[in-house]
């Protein structure tokens, strides 16, 4: 095959990667996520055949010693010990199906990588490259602005990554460029990749951006040596600071809350509660690193060092998302997953990329707009990654940065006399060409249908599982369903298996159609797949959790049988001891914990093992209104009384469960005359039932006896609007208090 033919075909894949960036297939499950990576694979996994053909053609095309590059094959190579010597080799190097960052597809962005700088060696190469992501980033935009703020790739935080990296980009080709047409264009994608940063409103992307301006223009005025420029760049600096101290400074005030974009700056503070359970994770990484100083847990294995120090002061700042499988700090989250050997090679590849900048503008080889604006470039990604971490996106666009520099550090000459070296082949090559082509080809191939194809089929086998669900089918159909998609035996099966689990605890109504005999085989069969998802980690708390729920649940559809019976609650307690074990200071674990002793009739222990949750953070709403209810199962009124008005002190009212348990506690404080919690409890009913009139009426009464007659006007107005028979009282109501 001719160069020529080689480096069409590896340059039009470089250029046609790009487009799995828009790629959502509505029929995988993930389809942010697993749309983009799987075709990405198999484009990449194509190409690696014909760059091996190239490489072996013609060995003056092959990739120049670098210490990038032998940063990146040293990262990958660390992964890859890590996924041998850490808690879950399956997480480590295949990954699951919602990020899809396994050192498997890590490599895939490496290939990406040698591929780039194997056939992108002349500025109209890079220019061609970099307009190709410019213009990605620019089309993702209108999906911001027009459509939905998360874009096709499914998270804010991922579109801040592309807009950061794409805006340092057009910089470049504005400077590079001489064409006014085209240097406008960059100017308004650059305006418009601002607005979809500012659409995605995430605070890393904000500190980052405004960090890498400051970097940028103080560099400006370190190394131009026009004193105009040096002075106005500090100027610039100055104004820039006091203008962001202005802000803060004004909070309160209106130019700043009605402006969208000021708004968001003056929230960037330590107080907010994303900060503080980022904390909350932060610590538990560095409390674990003493345990796992070398190698860490395992590449993507952050998730078992946060439950093993999780901390339930994290309730105090929310009740959801807390299950956190990155540490949200990309420095921590490689220390604690990789170790020091992992963090300290990551961040060589960023000492060689410094270097070798830093000694290309030395040697004048590197223009300085050029080396300040990849300086801020580096700047705005590392601190974006303090508080996130990367993804698809980040990686697709890190390679290209990385790659082009990597063109910036070799000299001109060298990619001269390597292309005249090209046309130097001798004959002898042309088997070796082909052996290259034909292994190559069969091992992607291989690689390609094990690991792209058939996972493919799981993805959407699962979905279709979830279609049959929706459709209001028996379990036996379900499972049916479920059975064909996880009949690929494939490696990222673990997320179709916790998804059937999901919807057996979900649906628990569906083993009531069955008789006792297909109800307990088809709770077999899904507690097998539980058991295989366990299998891969018997630390990971989520899953044997879930394990625990589902024993749990086929005991429950067995209480007339007792030695069934037993065999699923004697299993669901040692699960459940596990994932305590795994997660001790996890206070919903324990509710799962009484609900298999209150299911035994052990009454008693279970209202202990829910005191015993309770202590561990006084100020979580949730464990008392447990209590309250565990009490009243035992027949202890005076104690869960006291739990309920704990429960409602602290804001727990929601927490309560059914209507009729609502009513059931508000009637006993109107009859105490306790207006506060109350007040509380109504709250909540009127946001349950919001069409009930007397709910409203009684609400304004409430607020009546309180003393605060214009909510009590407010809520009698609400309760004629939903149910006009009460328009006559009501109005004679409101007429009493004016």
Not at 177 to 188: E, G, H, L, P, T
Not at 207 to 220: A, C, K, P, R
Not at 670 to 683: E, F, V
Request: aromatic share 14%; proline share 2%; with cysteine.
């Amino acid at each position: 095959m001719s160069l020529k033919t080689y480096l069409n075909i590896l340059k039009g894949g470089i250029f046609l990667s790009f487009l799995s960036i828009f790629f959502v297939f509505d029929h995988l499950l993930f389809p942010y996520i697993t749309s983009k990576q799987i075709p990405f694979n198999i484009l990449i996994e194509i190409m690696t055949v014909f760059w091996l053909g190239l490489i072996v053609k013609y060995p003056s095309y092959r990739p120049q010693k670098s210490w990038i590059t032998f940063g990146l094959v040293g990262f990958m190579a660390v992964l890859i010990l890590t996924s041998i010597t850490g808690v879950d080799f399956n997480m480590s190097f295949w990954g699951n199906i919602e990020r899809m960052l396994g050192v498997f597809h890590l490599l895939h962005f490496l290939v990406f990588y040698l591929i780039i700088i194997t056939v992108m060696r002349s500025w109209e190469d890079w220019r061609n490259l970099l307009m190709v992501s410019v213009i990605a980033a620019t089309l993702q935009t209108l999906f911001v602005i027009f459509k939905v703020n998360f874009g096709t790739l499914g998270n804010t935080s991922y579109i801040s990554g592309q807009m950061i990296f794409n805006i340092f980009f057009a910089l470049i080709l504005f400077f590079r460029q001489k064409n006014i047409a085209w240097r406008s264009f960059y100017v308004v994608a650059i305006l418009l990749m601002l607005q979809a940063t500012k659409i995605a409103s995430t605070r890393g992307a904000f500190i980052g951006l405004g960090l890498s301006i400051i970097t940028m223009f103080f560099m400006l005025a370190m190394f131009n040596n026009n004193k105009k420029i040096k002075y106005g760049s500090l100027g610039v600096v100055a104004a820039f600071v006091i203008f962001i101290a202005l802000i803060f400074a004004n909070a309160e005030s209106a130019w700043v809350k009605n402006n969208g974009l000021f708004n968001r700056i003056t929230q960037i503070n330590f107080q907010t509660g994303t900060f503080q359970t980022r904390l909350v994770s932060w610590r538990s990484a560095v409390k674990d690193f003493p345990n796992h100083p070398f190698l860490g847990t395992g590449y993507g294995n952050y998730a078992i060092t946060f439950d093993k120090h999780f901390d339930p002061i994290f309730y105090n700042f929310t009740a959801s998302e807390t299950y956190f499988d990155h540490a949200h700090n990309n420095i921590l989250d490689l220390l604690s997953t990789t170790g020091a050997i992992g963090l300290t090679v990551y961040l060589l590849i960023f000492v060689a990329t410094l270097y070798y900048l830093i000694s290309g503008f030395r040697a004048e080889r590197i223009k300085l707009s050029e080396f300040i604006i990849l300086i801020g470039l580096i700047v705005a990604y590392f601190v974006q990654n303090i508080v996130l971490f990367d993804s698809f996106i980040t990686y697709l666009s890190l390679m290209v940065m990385l790659g082009f520099v990597y063109w910036l550090s070799i000299d001109e000459s060298y990619f001269t006399e390597a292309s005249a070296k090209a046309k130097q082949i001798f004959k002898g090559n042309d088997n070796r060409e082909s052996y290259a082509l034909i292994i190559g080809g069969l091992i992607m191939l291989a690689v390609m249908y094990q690991y792209n194809v058939k996972p493919l089929k799981m993805l959407s086998g699962t979905i279709d599982g979830q279609i049959v669900a929706a459709q209001g089918s028996s379990i036996i159909e379900i499972i049916k369903t479920y059975k064909q998609a996880l009949s690929y035996d494939t490696v990222l099966d673990r997320d179709s298996r916790k998804s059937l689990v999901q919807l057996a605890m979900q649906r628990s109504e569906l083993f009531s159609d069955l008789n006792k005999e297909s109800a307990n085989q088809a709770f077999d069969y899904i507690i097998e797949q539980a058991e295989k998802n366990v299998a891969h980690n018997s630390k990971d708390s989520f899953n044997q959790m879930m394990l625990a729920q589902l024993y749990n649940l086929a005991a429950s559809h067995n209480t007339a049988d007792k030695e069934k019976f037993i065999y699923y609650s004697s299993r669901a307690e040692d699960a459940i001891n596990k994932t305590i074990e795994a997660t001790p200071r996890r206070i919903p674990v324990y509710f799962i914990k009484a609900q298999i002793y209150l299911m035994r009739g052990d009454k008693a222990k279970a209202a202990e093992i829910v005191k015993t949750a309770s202590e561990l953070n006084l100020k979580y709403p949730d464990s008392y209104c447990q209590l309250s209810r565990f009490y009243f199962y035992d027949d202890k009124e005076a104690l869960g009384n006291e739990a309920m008005d704990k429960c409602i002190e602290l804001g727990g009212a929601g927490q309560l469960g059914s209507i009729e348990q609502l009513k059931e506690v508000l009637n006993r404080y109107l009859r105490n005359k306790d207006l506060n919690k109350a007040l509380m409890i109504l709250q909540q009913i009127t946001r349950a039932e919001p069409n009930v009139g007397k709910n409203w009426a009684s609400l304004a009464e409430v607020y009546r006896q309180m003393g605060d007659n214009a909510e009590a006007i407010k809520a009698a107005e609400q309760a004629i609007q939903v149910d006009p028979s009460l328009r006559a009282g009501g109005e004679e109501f409101i007429r009493s208090l004016k």
